[in-house]
Structure formats: C-alpha cells, structure tokens
C-alpha cells in the first residue's frame, strides 16, 4: 500500500525541482545556524547562494561522524534548544554516541516517513502493531511508534526483551504486524516453537525488520517460520531513525523517502561520486531536518543505488539491502569479508541455525577465521558422520565464496549469546 501517493510518485522533473528548493533553504539554514558549517564552507569558498539546483550537491562538502563527535553533544544543533521537543542517541556502544535532536517538525516528518513504510508492509488503520524496538535513546521503539500512529493502528508499544511475554502478547492481542531486528525476531520464532505455538496459525501478516544487516535467505528463513511478509526497513538516527526507507511487496530494494533524504553513493576511497549501480559508501543529505541538519552525511554503510521505476508505482530510488559497513568489513589475509557474506551461506544449509559468530585469531601472521555456528536438535542427534558432512559442507561452501581458508565449529543448540536488539556477530580478537 503506498500511504502517500502524491509525494512518493512525484514525477522525476518534480521531485528534482523540490530537491533543489529544498537543498537551496538548507545550505542557507546551515550556514547562519551551524558555525561548523559556515567555517567548513568558508574554508572551501563556497558561498550558500551556490546552490541553483539538486546537482550542485556535489560541489558542497561531507559530514563524518568524527564530526558529529567534536561538535558532541549540542554543537550541530541548528535552533535554539527551547524549540528541540525530543533527543535520540545512536546504539553504539563505544565512546560518546551519536546525538539527533528533533523539532515538533521533525516529529511530524519522521511520522510521515515511517507511515509510508508500515504501510509499504500493509499496515492499515485496522492493524494491531507489536513493537519490539527497544523505546528510549535509541531511535527503533519511538520511530515505529509515530509511525504507527499516524497511519492510526492500535501500537503495543512492549518494547524488546521478555520474549516468552512477546509470545504471549502476540497471541492474545492478535498482532497482526510485528517490528523488531530480524536477529530477534528469529529468537522469537525459536521460544515460540519451544513453546508449541503455530505461528501459521496467528493472524500475523507482515513485518518491518531492520537496525542491522541480514540476508534474503533470512528473510526466507524468517517468513517461513513465522509465516508473515518480511520486509527490510533501514535508517540511522543522525538522518532521522528508521524511516529513511523501506522495501515494498516486490522485494526489489529499499525505496529512500527521497523528496527528504537525498543519497548519493561514493568510493570510499577516494570520497568520488559514483553512477548510478555501483556499490560504494552511502552518503545522506537530509533535506528538510530543522534541529540537526546534515549535508552530504557519511554513513559508513555500503550499498548501491538501484536505477529503474519499480513496478509497485512509487518513483522513489531504491538501494541494494546493506552489505555491511566500511568499518564492519573484515580483512582477512587481505580478503575483504562481510559477516552478511557468511550468513547467507549458512542460512542455506541443513542441520544449522542462523544463529552464528564469527570469530577472528592471529597465528603468528596469518589471520584465522572460525565461524561458530549452531546445530539444531535433529542434526546433534545423527551420527558423527552427518556432522562432519554438515562441517564440511559449510566450510566448503564460505570457502568457494570468499577464496580463503576458514573454520568451522557446530556448537550445541542454543549456546550462542541472543540479542534483543542487535546481534554481535564479529569477535575479533586480533591485536594488530
Ligand atoms: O538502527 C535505526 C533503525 C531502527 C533502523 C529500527 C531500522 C529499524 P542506529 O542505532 O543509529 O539507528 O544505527 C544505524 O544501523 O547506519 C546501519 O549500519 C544499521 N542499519 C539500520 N537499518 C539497517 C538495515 C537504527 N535495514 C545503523 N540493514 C546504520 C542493515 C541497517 N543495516
């Protein structure tokens, strides 16, 4: 269902003309607001009556989240703080987070984006929504819920974690739409099973996964399993939180709320410009955002940008699910190596789960790769020659993959730490 049909099939000419209304108010707004802005542009020359249209984008200069840290915690704030109603952080774990302010306007947009992609998944005013994104700092919890507001769903806002109550709530409320990362949700199809229950058998329709990366095969995983649409919702909370896209029923890429948030794809490298379908670094520009407005944002996550009208009739441009970060990818023995690359191996093999680690050693000078990975019940209880066949079958198949030498280990069912929000699949215990 597409929730706003006048906005997300604008016309190619149209929405070019709006992108550039847009981005010419911005660099205006930047430059008298953010002193970081007005020095990084007066550094460069480039004055804010530069911008005519969308494509001089290119002339003007990036945001990295170094950036956002040197200027932490108020520093790229474009209002006064009397006019920011809400603050999110971003999830990372390590050293000061990642801030986005939001103005009562910026509530508004991030309601419309994320009502374009509940609906996207089928969400109607008659749908009861499961919340399982965790509610506070980060941008999950409280960005579906605008979401599902504004469309006017009934939101169970449980949040993540006490999964047999998921379970539970999920039957007697009759969710019909459920929101959390795909590593969870697979954990709830776990407990349930345990627990008896058929999901088939709920009225459970479809659901909006994201916050960290996972495959096609997942989602096949997911689907079958839970028997719901399984759809790949991205965002990031210093362009706004979940809501900067969202696949639709054609599962052909994630469509960007492009008349808001414009991407441009670049070799990380060398920070170019690349064409259209090829695969490099996202970068965001958030062209209406009032309290923390970015220009040409660093993300960090790589993707390509998909060329074509979709068939669903939305003219918005779509990207590639994300294959990882730039500081995400692995380089072992000099073989670039994305954990996303090994799930979608192991979600195609018999006798395991998707719940998997990755772990990396240093022996002398060579790096090791082990993939941790769980058995499910049938497969511990077949002989010893079905688990070195399901071994190597793994280690053959990532091994014609990625070109290099890895390890397996099938560990016992369950043993492997479950996540609420996002799952930690790398440990690396390298010390370069
Ligand atoms: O994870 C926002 C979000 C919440 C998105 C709920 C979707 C659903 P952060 O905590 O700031 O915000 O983390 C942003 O998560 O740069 C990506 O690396 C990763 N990420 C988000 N969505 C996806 C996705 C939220 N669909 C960072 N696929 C981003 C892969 C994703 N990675």
């Not at 280690?395 to 479950?418: N, Y």
Request: hydrophobic share 35%.
């Amino acid at each position: 269902m597409i929730w706003n049909k006048e906005k997300e099939m604008l016309p190619e000419n149209s929405k070019k003309a709006h992108q550039g209304e847009l981005l010419k108010r911005l660099i205006r707004r930047v430059y008298d607001k953010i002193p970081f802005y007005q020095d990084r542009m007066d550094d460069a020359g480039i004055q804010p009556d530069l911008v005519s249209s969308i494509a001089d984008i290119k002339r003007l200069p990036f945001t990295t989240k170094d950036d956002l840290r040197d200027n932490y915690p108020f520093g790229m704030f474009a209002v006064p703080m009397d006019h920011v109603t809400e603050i999110h952080t971003s999830s990372g774990t390590t050293g000061k987070p990642v801030i986005g302010g939001y103005t009562r306007g910026d509530i508004d947009v991030w309601s419309e984006v994320m009502a374009r992609c509940l609906a996207a998944s089928g969400t109607t005013e008659k749908d009861v929504v499961q919340n399982a994104y965790g509610y506070g700092l980060f941008t999950g919890g409280l960005g579906v819920h605008y979401g599902a507001r504004r469309i006017g769903a009934t939101v169970v806002p449980i949040s993540g974690g006490n999964t047999k109550r998921q379970i539970m709530i999920l039957q007697d409320f009759k969710s019909t739409i459920l929101t959390c990362t795909p590593s969870y949700c697979l954990y709830l199809a776990e407990v349930g099973e345990q627990m008896g229950v058929d999901f088939s058998s709920l009225p459970l329709k479809a659901g909006n996964f994201g916050a960290e990366p996972w495959s096609n095969n997942m989602r096949k995983e997911i689907e079958r399993r839970l028997s719901l649409l399984a759809l790949d919702i991205y965002g990031l909370t210093e362009i706004i939180g979940p809501g900067v896209g969202n696949e639709c029923e054609y599962k052909c890429g994630v469509h960007i709320c492009d008349d808001h948030f414009y991407p441009e794809i670049i070799d990380p490298e060398t920070s170019e410009v690349l064409p259209y379908g090829e695969v490099g670094e996202l970068v965001i520009t958030t062209l209406t955002r009032e309290a923390t407005p970015l220009l040409r944002y660093r993300t960090r996550d790589i993707t390509r940008l998909i060329p074509g009208q979709c068939e669903c009739g939305r003219t918005s441009i779509r990207m590639e699910r994300i294959m990882g970060r730039t500081d995400d990818m692995l380089i072992v023995r000099g073989v670039n190596v994305f954990p996303s690359q090994i799930e979608e191996v192991l979600v195609n093999i018999e006798g395991v789960e998707p719940h998997y680690q990755i772990v990396l050693e240093r022996d002398g000078a060579l790096d090791e790769l082990e993939i941790h990975v769980e058995m499910n019940e049938r497969l511990i209880s077949d002989e010893i020659k079905g688990l070195e066949q399901a071994e190597r079958k793994i280690r053959d198949d990532i091994e014609s993959m990625l070109g290099i030498k890895v390890g397996v280990r099938l560990v016992e069912p369950k043993t492997i730490a479950r996540s609420e929000g996002k799952a930690k699949r790398v440990i690396d215990k390298r010390t370069l």
